[in-house]
């Protein structure tokens, strides 16, 4: 997204929510409220269905969603350092066909050390420090929004 002055806003609303808040609680809610006018619209219809596990690109997940926790801002965290990642090598940092395969080297193996095209420089130690920093396992070592800002 880029806003009213031109500065480009990385944006993903795949698991947004607000902070505390029980979406799982929320889509009940709704369905329960909807559900009688669902059913009067169209007799036929199969009842919405839902989803408890997240979906997504698993090669963007964070290690503690592919383990079955709750998305937090730390999730975000990882998943930007897989963009950034992938912008200066050109490739994610974890790929495999298997998705099994993908999910163990996500969860236990380190991020191989980024390599850009031939015409990239040398990464600095800033930005491999911020990789870093993203990509950390553990969720509460990994970088705030504070610390990638400054």
């Known amino acids: 997204m880029v806003d009213g002055s031109g500065n480009l806003k990385l944006s993903d609303f795949g698991f947004a929510k607000l902070e505390g808040e029980d979406l ?3 889509f009940k809610e709704t ?15 199969k009842a919405p269905k839902l989803y408890k596990k997240p979906f997504g690109d698993i090669k963007y997940m964070a290690p503690e969603i592919l383990s079955g926790e709750e998305s937090t801002s ?8 897989c963009i950034l990642y992938q912008m200066y090598t050109g490739n994610l940092p974890y790929v495999s066909e298997d998705a099994e395969h993908l999910k163990h080297m996500i969860m236990h193996k380190e991020f191989p050390n980024p390599k850009g095209n031939k ?6 130690s800033e930005f491999l420090n911020l990789l870093k920093g993203l990509l950390e396992k553990n969720p509460s070592k990994r970088f705030k929004w504070k610390q990638v800002l400054h």
């Open 24 to 26: 799982e609680n929320i």
């Open 31 to 45: 369905f329960e409220s909807t559900s009688a006018q669902w059913s009067q619209s169209n007799p036929n219809a």
């Open 74 to 81: 730390e999730t975000d965290m990882w998943s930007l350092g």
């Open 119 to 124: 015409l990239s420089t040398k990464p600095s």
